[in-house]
């Protein structure tokens, strides 16, 4: 009789003390705002500068219907959607302006980012204007700056992201390469500068991917579907040369949505 009060006081005591955490994990599960939303940042590649159909309201940013974050969000419908990214944006405008949206329900963020910090616009200009030595100069400039300088700037960056954000999956995008090497092009860039052109992509690739796995984050390396549709290929997702100038080298409506897109979604 006796063992028999002592195993009923013994079950009641362990359902009243269950009952009683799952209340309280309920209760602090309601207080805390599901980690749904997403926040896209970062620069022209993220805004979607050279596919056109901008949102007038973002001014210089030029971030675009077409971008590979709107598609996604119009697709999925997160709970919240925050397209902050802008061209021209370094990873100083990224920490200094872009993070304002993130907090404890972000559960996803994307950004690519450091080409500019790395002279990308510049780079460019001395390429198509100054002839292969200059080039390949100006792109030996960028590698080294990429290697030294820019692990340093990501940190920042990606530390930042996780402090404000700190349950949301980040998704880093990588740069494609924008040349087909031995294609169609018969005017232009030399071969040379091409190849070097398309070897700084797979430096800050590189230096992105293992900034991003340091910090838990998932890389989406872009290669992998732009491959056969780059300049000189003969049905290229990137711009050439263009007017307004700006746009110039970034991808094109299809190469966000069939370039982007799918590796981002992918990622996810």
């Not at 949102?55 to 590979?68: F, L, V």
């Not at 820019?150 to 700190?166: F, H, S, W």
């Not at 080298?249 to 190469?255: E, L, S």
Request: charged share 15%.
């Amino acid at each position: 009789m006796r063992l028999s009060r002592i195993a009923a006081m013994a079950s009641a005591f362990f359902v009243t003390t269950a009952l009683a955490l799952t209340g309280a994990s309920a209760a602090v599960s309601a207080e805390r705002p599901l980690a749904t939303g997403y926040v896209a940042l970062g620069d022209s590649y993220a805004a979607g500068v050279g596919s056109g159909s901008y949102d007038s309201g973002s001014g210089s940013c030029k971030r675009s219907t077409k971008a590979y974050p709107a598609l996604w969000a119009a697709a999925h419908s997160p709970s919240s959607f925050d397209f902050v990214a802008c061209s021209g944006a370094r990873t100083g405008d990224v920490t200094g302006g872009q993070l304002g949206p993130l907090g404890a329900s972000t559960g996803l963020v994307s950004i690519s980012i450091g080409g500019n910090d790395a002279g990308f616009a510049d780079t460019m200009t001395t390429c198509a204007l100054q002839g292969e030595s200059a080039c390949l100069d100006r792109v030996a400039k960028a590698v080294d700056y990429i290697n030294s300088t820019l692990p340093g700037q990501l940190d920042g960056v990606y530390d930042a992201i996780t402090q404000k954000a700190p349950a949301a999956h980040v998704v880093v995008l990588g740069y494609p390469h924008f040349y087909k090497i031995g294609g169609s092009c018969s005017a232009g860039l030399s071969e040379k500068s091409r190849s070097a052109i398309n070897g700084a992509a797979d430096t800050i690739n590189g230096v992105t991917a293992k900034r991003a796995a340091d910090h838990g984050f998932s890389f989406a390396d872009v290669n992998s579907t732009f491959t056969g549709h780059e300049l000189c290929s003969g049905d290229p997702w990137l711009h050439s040369v263009t007017v307004p100038v700006d746009e110039s080298y970034h991808p094109t409506a299809t190469g966000q949505s069939d370039g982007y897109l799918p590796v981002f979604g992918s990622a996810v």
